[in-house]
Every structure is written in C-alpha cells, then in structure tokens.
T-cell receptor, first 112, second 112 residues
Framework: GNSVTQMEGPVTLSEEAFLTINCTYT??????LFWYVQYPGEGLQLLLK???ADDKGSNKGFEATYRKETTSFHLEKGSVQVSDSAVYFC???????????WGAGTKLIIKP | EAGVVQSPRYKIIEKKQPVAFWCNPI?????LYWYLQNLGQGPELLIR????????DSQLPKDRFSAERLKGVDSTLKIQPAELGDSAVYLC??????????FGPGTRLTVL
C-alpha cells in the first residue's frame, strides 16, 4: 500500500542555516506530493506541492522536487528563520480517491 | 477567498458530556473531510463527504461519533458521550476539483 516516511525530529538549527527534511514514499501509480506546515496552535497549511516527476514545488523560500527514481520529495530551504519553527508534514495523494497519506511529521526548531 | 472556517477553536468538557464541532468549507468545494490529530502525530481521517453523502466513514467510531452535512455545505461532527481519550484536535478540510486539501484551524478538545 501507499506510505510516506520522513525524517524524525526534532531538527534543531541555527538561524540562516541550510535546511533539509527528508521524505520518501511508496505508492502505486503516480501520486501528487505535498508538504504541509503546522505552526503551534494552528491548523495545517499547504506549503508546496508537485504533481508529476521532476516538478519542483516552491513557496516562501522552501523547495521540493518530485524525484520518481528515488521516490523522494525532500524539503529544502537555503536560510531558515526563527519564524520557520513549526512541524512539517510530507503527504501523498492517492489519485484514485484523493486520500492523503501522511508522514509522521518533523518538528523544526530554529534558534536565533 | 475565505478559507475553511471551524468553531469553536477550543472546547473543554467533562467526560460523558456531548460536544459538537462545526465546519464551513471553502465555497464551491464539494468534498469535505474530518480528521482527528493527536499531539505530535499526523492527521487521521474520520469521515469524507462528497456533497451531502458520506462516502468513507470506515474510521469513524460510530458508537459515539456522528456527523452530518446537510445541503452539502456546512458540516457538524458530534461526540456523545465524550471520553478522556477523545482529547485531540479535530480538523476539517475541503477539496475542490483538484487534489489539494485545505484545512481549517481546528478545534482543540479537552475532556476532563
């Protein structure tokens, strides 16, 4: 069946550091891939998405590229800020019913 | 465009009491989801509606949980009676013609 695996947290970085949060998936067919972010006490916000192989999603300085050959969708940002502290969820959408399959989430802590 | 609206944002009740959560999806979105999110975990699907029809309620504990989506717009999720283990964040999401789900801010339920 479909599944998503993302790196365990928490990930602690200093401000302006480079960020990578790994996400790999297992899926039949060609799912869409998503990164959602959840700030403390808030709901889930769509950060970026990609719908086919080699697509790059980007938003707010974050990027992720849909890599079919490695079944990965790693989240990257060149220079993180304290305000990026949140929990990040990788997910895939099964195109047959649009059900979202979620990773466990990675808590990111940015220190000034 | 207004996002998904949920109320209340917070609710504290004693065990065995009833509680209800309300969701107004993004205008024009026919698909509505209710999720449960425990602390530090990803969302778990409770029920999915296509218009007013519940098309996937396999994960809804039907002995105490119920949901409705009259007229295919707003939805209500009810728990009666609530148990201590129901303490969690209840998230509502909606989807239009694409594959992206948009989430509301959630209702944080505390059962004492």
């Amino acid at each position: 069946g479909n599944s998503v695996t993302q790196m365990e947290g928490p990930v602690t970085l200093s401000e302006e550091a480079f960020l990578t949060i790994n996400c790999t998936y297992t899926a039949t067919g060609y799912p869409s891939l998503f990164w959602y972010v959840q700030y403390p006490g808030e709901g889930l916000q769509l950060l970026l998405k990609a719908t086919k192989a080699d697509d790059k999603g980007s938003n707010k300085g974050f990027e992720a590229t849909y890599r079919k050959e490695t079944t990965s969708f790693h989240l990257e940002k060149g220079s993180v800020q304290v305000s990026d502290s949140a929990v990040y969820f990788c997910a895939l959408s099964d195109r047959s019913n649009y059900q979202l399959i979620w990773g466990a989430g990675t808590k990111l802590i940015i220190k000034p | 465009e207004a996002g998904v609206v949920q109320s209340p944002r917070y609710k504290i009740i004693e065990k065995k009491q009833p509680v209800a959560f309300w969701c107004n999806p993004i205008s024009g979105h026919n698909t509505l989801y209710w999720y449960l999110q425990n602390l530090g975990q990803g969302p778990e699907l409770l029920i999915r509606y296509e218009n007013e029809e519940a098309v996937d309620d396999s994960q809804l504990p039907k002995d105490r949980f119920s949901a409705e989506r009259l007229k295919g717009v707003d939805s209500t999720l009810k728990i009666q009676p609530a148990e201590l283990g129901d303490s969690a964040v209840y998230l509502c999401a909606s989807r239009g013609s694409g594959d992206t789900q948009y989430f509301g801010p959630g209702t944080r339920l505390t059962v004492l």
